[in-house]
């Protein structure tokens, strides 16, 4: 039996997929990171494994996939997951997903239920990021995802991803720490959870993932998610889609971010008395005023700064030399060129 299980669940925004990317093979002989699958984000998998509806995840949907291969890919993680939770050969499990979060009461009871039949002590670890940073963070996350328009709030649930698991295992089990990088250790998110959790940082290489896009990537992907009705539905728009995104964002590297500031109309700031009151945790300058949304949309529908430059040179790269009429223009030819190249190599 597991001395211990440590299951890591984000949240969203907060260098969990650098942590997932550096613990990817992770073992020191006592601890090891789950292998479920290619990808180290857990997620999906867990998701798939027990939520009461796996098969409506919007990745699926995105991509079109069979029922049958979803039913199958749900047995493939069931029987995985119980393999490695009954390794004796090792006393400690590392777990990590921020979409975890979003399994069903009784999905996620039957997940701890599961971890706690082959793990003595359960761990759970969550960095918690400001509401104002997380609504500009999540922004983004939502626009490469496809948003067309702006939500009311972005709402942080601070509460809504913590206490269903606090039910299961009890508050002392949970670990709760601002996603601050001046309160990190060496001021990574990647050190501070292996510092948190005791593992050997020597071990790990440490990778920087799915960093923030460049501030003009984010106001093009934002008008080809109102321009283009067709980016989801089978795996070929989807690859395309999401090579367009990456594009993107490599033509704009090194140029400015978001300015979070602006976000204020969308930063949800309703958590911040729970997380006080139960967990005896604050953000500094918070809560903010969040104001009215039109001053927003009115700067992300302004293209006027954003240059058309980086995104030219990666059409010309491409051998996309045409007449474009506009940005949207350009964008739907890029995409239309990225569709044709899924569907050769078959993704």
């Known amino acids: ?36 699958g ?17 098969a ?12 049958a291969q979803i039913d199958a890919r749900r047995a493939e993680v069931r029987r995985d997951l119980a393999a490695q939770l009954q ?22 009871a039957e997940f701890i239920d599961l971890v706690r039949t082959h793990a003595r002590a359960i761990r759970i670890v969550l960095y918690l990021r400001d509401p104002l940073g997380y609504a500009a963070s999540m ?7 496809g948003l067309t328009k702006l939500p009311p709030l972005i709402r942080p649930g601070y509460q809504a991803r913590i206490d269903p698991y606090r039910a299961l295992v009890g508050p002392e089990a949970i670990q709760l720490r601002r996603f601050d ?8 998110v990647v050190t501070d959870f292996c510092d948190l959790v005791g593992l050997d940082a020597g071990r790990v290489r440490e990778v920087t993932a799915n960093q923030a896009m460049p501030m003009e990537a984010v106001k093009l992907a934002y008008l080809f998610n109102r321009s283009n009705p067709c980016s989801f539905g089978d795996r070929i728009v989807l690859s395309a889609r999401r090579h367009l995104m990456q594009a993107m964002a490599e033509a704009y590297r ?25 967990w005896g945790l604050t953000f500094p300058g918070h809560p903010v005023e969040p104001g009215p949304t039109i001053a927003l949309e009115g700067w992300l529908e302004d293209m006027s700064d954003v240059s058309p430059d980086p995104l030219d040179r990666i059409m010309r790269q491409a051998g996309l030399t045409g007449n474009y009429r506009d940005l949207a223009g350009k964008l739907s030819r890029s995409y239309y060129h990225l569709i044709c190249r899924a569907a050769a190599s078959g993704a």
């Open 1 to 36: 039996m597991l001395d211990e299980a440590i299951i890591h669940l984000g949240m969203h925004k907060t260098g969990t997929s650098s942590i997932q990317d550096s613990l990817r093979g992770y073992d020191d002989g006592t601890t090891f990171y789950t292998v479920l």
């Open 38 to 54: 290619p990808d180290p984000n857990h997620s999906l998998a867990i998701y798939t494994a027990f939520h009461e509806d796996y």
């Open 56 to 67: 409506s995840h919007q990745y699926w949907r995105n991509a079109g996939t069979p029922r």
């Open 87 to 108: 390794r004796g050969d090792r006393q400690r499990i590392v777990i990590s997903g921020e979409g975890i979060v979003r399994l069903d009461p009784a999905g996620a």
């Open 139 to 145: 922004f983004e996350q939502l626009v490469k995802g």
């Open 181 to 188: 990088r001046s309160e990190m250790t060496g001021e990574s």
């Open 254 to 278: 090194g140029r400015p971010k978001l300015d979070k500031a602006r976000f204020t109309p969308l930063a949800d700031c309703s958590g911040l008395d729970y997380l006080k009151r139960d």
